[in-house]
């Protein structure tokens, strides 16, 4: 298995792959340093939490729904399918891979991202100190806020994975993201929705200690079923 | 029997259908160990299905088929270890180099380090392997196509098309390189539609139409048991291609003449002499000779047409 998660890795290098990790999450820096700019100053708690909640409520789903894509068309493009499907390798075991990489992906941009966030608190502390956040920075709050974004996230991912790698065109996945994320913005207040996956990794932030449990359950949860029964699915299908 | 006697491929009543068109109907197929099996037919005659159903990229709807003795549908990693393809040359990562492409795949079949040397001397490939993927051409794709579908020695060869693209080199190149691989122990399966290439490269041949086998075996009998060529030099070609198609008769063009299949005999070529001098065509060149492929291919087209 770990033979196989190399080979799915390596086949990202110098690829588009690369460019979106590291984007999205200095994305988020970049408004962070903005917001300490331009908007009055807070607490280390206040950004960290509102820094992070960014991410998860547009820019980390967004970056998903891309990332997956760009996954998936490292096989659909070159029309790949068929030599891979062909070797003496159990298909599972392929899928598996490019579920654990996405998934190892994501956790990188959540390093990333905390890494960023705390440089361009280092930034503002040395540009600007006035416009520093009070207060301490917590790494620990940092890493709690994204690990658990993280956990929430799985369940999303892999659907959009599922969607990604089961069609050919990007067209499907894309439909998908798009619309989870808007429904995320738009119906994000309502309780119900920490049951629609792409609200899942924003619930983390919600203030309720049971919706924040709950959506990191059911995303870890969620996500792992649905890499199975993905994993199931595709390897069943015919190529 | 034994895996060492089984035949390369052996498919037995296999089918496939998609909804309620029967793509492949009811194929029986062997190819026995050391050939060069041409696999021939027309664009939807289902050659390609065969070779998805022969790599289990597809479940077969009846029948079954067998490489090496190993039932595809059961057994798929068992016959997938002892095949290699290739199917389509632009499935590479364009982002890595022709040694990483290579790199993925060896690892993935668990083979040492030194099988990506020993394939790209093969399909003689050493000195661009270094390069990525995205600045090779066609021809310098299906080589290294066939360097990984040659990663681990396998026993059977399937190759889609492998000519495609290449220009007359690299098809010279291609040719000496699948005619010498029976040598090496590998069964060769060969779908291609350049026939001169096949008749040059091929010791046996398959012939699907709609979906059925309608002719197989060595290449060399068939071509002996097929109705010969007739070959004219006319003083005006495109009127005798006219006349000819009015009788209801394909030639086709070939080296200033047109050749069709003399399926009537002597009397037939003598009626044609006749035809075509009444017209007032003059008629340069008559003789007879044996069939090529290319003709044989058209006879078997023409009689199945006809049939249905």
Not at chain 2, 95 to 106: A, C, K, S, Y
Not at chain 2, 219 to 248: H, N
């Amino acid at each position: 298995m770990l033979t196989t998660l190399y080979v799915e890795a390596r086949k990202l290098k110098g690829s588009l792959v690369a460019w979106l990790c590291l984007a999205a999450p200095t994305l988020v820096a970049v408004l962070l340093s903005v917001i300490f700019f331009r908007v009055r100053v807070a607490s280390w708690t206040d950004n960290l939490t509102g820094a992070t909640g960014l991410w998860a409520y547009f820019v980390m789903p967004m970056t998903i729904t891309a990332l997956t894509i760009l996954v998936a068309q490292v096989e659909h493009g070159p029309r790949a399918w068929d030599h891979l499907l062909a070797l003496p390798v159990p298909r599972w075991r392929l899928f598996a891979a490019k579920g654990i990489v996405v998934m190892g992906l994501i956790a990188l941009m959540s390093v990333l991202l905390a890494l960023e966030i705390r440089a361009a608190g280092f930034m503002v502390e040395h540009v600007a100190p006035k416009r520093a956040p009070t207060g301490v920075f917590s790494w620990l709050l940092l890493i709690k806020l994204l690990s658990a974004m993280w956990g929430a996230a799985l369940f999303m991912a892999m659907i959009q994975l599922w969607v990604a790698l089961r069609f050919r065109s990007f067209v499907a996945p894309l439909t998908v993201g798009v619309a989870g994320t808007f429904f995320a913005v738009a119906a994000f207040g309502a309780p119900e929705t920490v049951f629609v996956p792409w609200v899942m990794p924003v619930s983390v932030i919600a203030g309720d200690h049971a919706r924040h449990m709950m959506a990191v359950t059911l995303g870890i949860g969620g996500g792992i079923l649905t890499l199975l029964a993905m994993m199931v699915s595709l390897s069943r299908r015919e190529a | 029997m034994t895996q060492d006697t089984a035949p390369a491929v052996q498919a037995v009543g296999l089918s496939k259908a998609f909804g309620r068109h029967l793509a492949v109907s009811g194929l029986d197929l062997t190819v026995e160990a050391g050939q060069i099996y041409g696999f021939l037919g027309a664009n939807g005659a289902g050659k390609t299905t065969t070779i998805r159903l022969m790599l289990g990229l597809l479940r077969p709807t009846q029948g079954a088929v067998r490489i090496f003795g190993h039932d595809v549908g059961r057994h798929r990693i068992a016959a997938a270890r002892l095949t290699g393809s290739l199917l389509e040359a632009r499935a590479t990562y364009d982002n890595l180099t022709g040694r990483e492409n290579l790199d993925g795949t060896r690892r993935l079949l668990g083979l040492p380090a030194s099988e990506i040397d020993r394939t790209l001397e093969i399909v003689d490939m050493g000195a661009a392997a270094d390069r990525r993927m995205g600045h090779y051409s066609l021809g310098m794709r299906q080589r290294l196509g066939l360097a990984r579908a040659l990663l681990g020695g396998p026993r059977l060869l399937v190759l889609d098309e492998p000519m495609n693209g290449l220009d007359p080199d690299g098809i010279r190149d291609m040719r000496a390189l699948i005619r010498a691989l029976p040598e090496r122990g590998v069964t060769v399966f060969l779908s291609s539609h350049l026939l001169s290439e096949v008749q040059q490269t091929a010791t046996h041949i398959g012939l699907m139409h709609d979906g059925r086998m309608v002719r197989q075996g060595p290449i060399a009998e068939l071509l002996k048991r097929a109705a010969p060529d007739l070959f004219l030099r006319t003083g005006d070609l495109a009127r005798a291609r006219a006349l000819l198609t009015a009788d209801k008769l394909t030639a086709i063009d070939e080296a200033g003449g047109l050749v069709l299949p003399l399926t009537g005999g002597d009397a037939q070529a003598a009626a044609i002499n006749r035809r075509l001098v009444s017209a007032g065509i003059d008629v340069i060149e008559l003789s007879v000779r044996q069939a090529t492929l290319e003709t044989l291919y058209l006879q078997v087209q023409t009689a199945e047409a006809e049939a249905a």
